[in-house]
């Protein structure tokens, strides 16, 4: 028999081996910006609602979700609707129990909450100012960063409006000369975007050049588009071992 020391030292050794052999999986910062104008289509809710259920059934230990609202007036000091933090995965001296139980309850509360209230409805849609509040939060992450936007995409500001005048090569330029110089909005390299597209009924030509508008000043920016449709696909794979319901 080893004596105690040593046997301690085995023990030691042993959970560092155990530890070490399990998947590492990068944190993930998942900040969603919900379309809370007037004008989006009555089925955009419905969309926003699946989405919603589509990625909090893909968060991991460790994830951050943070929602904002694409409103009249929003700024860096806008509120969060969501702003959760989940727990990291329970380690082997954890009770995993307990753990596994609070990631589960922190989910489910987010289930349950209302992305839009009909009487949130903002008169205005300013996906550009919306996004440069976004920056100041991506700056501060330290996680993978993941932003999901769930919006018909039709900026609606003061001298852009995409319903009376579909953008173009001009207006991209423009927008780009006014923000490239905000230091802040650098925070978008490297972030991946995947856009809820609640367009509902407008013509095909002006969805068309209203997705190009958009991939290209967020290529710009330095951010990769990695999904524009209605269902959130293309996710980035990190099941979790344990269910979270």
Not at 189 to 205: E, N, P
Request: aromatic share 6%; with cysteine; glycine share 6%.
């Amino acid at each position: 028999m080893l004596p105690h020391r040593f046997a301690h030292l085995a023990l030691v050794a042993l959970l560092a081996g155990c530890a070490s052999a399990r998947p590492e999986r990068a944190a993930r910062l998942w900040l969603v910006l919900v379309d809370a104008s007037g004008s989006i289509d009555p089925k955009a809710e419905e969309i926003y609602a699946n989405a919603w259920n589509r990625l909090l059934a893909e968060v991991s230990p460790g994830d951050q979700v943070t929602v904002l609202r694409i409103a009249t007036g929003v700024s860096t000091q806008a509120q969060p609707v969501v702003d959760v933090t989940l727990p990291d995965a329970p380690g082997l001296l954890d009770n995993s129990v307990m753990r596994n139980r609070e990631i589960s309850s922190l989910i489910a509360r987010m289930r349950n909450v209302s992305l839009v209230e009909r009487s949130d409805r903002t008169a205005t849609t300013p996906i550009l100012e919306t996004l440069a509040t976004a920056s100041r939060r991506l700056a501060m992450a330290t996680r993978d960063r993941h932003v999901i936007v769930m919006s018909d995409m039709i900026e609606e500001s003061e001298g852009l409006d995409f319903r009376h005048r579909a953008p173009d090569g001009d207006a991209m330029e423009a927008q780009l000369d006014r923000w490239l110089d905000d230091e802040g909005m650098r925070a978008w390299q490297g972030t991946q975007v995947h856009v809820v597209y609640a367009g509902g009924v407008i013509a095909t030509s002006t969805s068309r050049a209203i997705e190009r508008f958009w991939r290209g000043y967020l290529a710009a920016l330095g951010a990769t588009v990695r999904s524009w449709n209605a269902t959130l696909d293309n996710l980035p794979s990190s099941a979790p071992e344990e269910s979270y319901p």
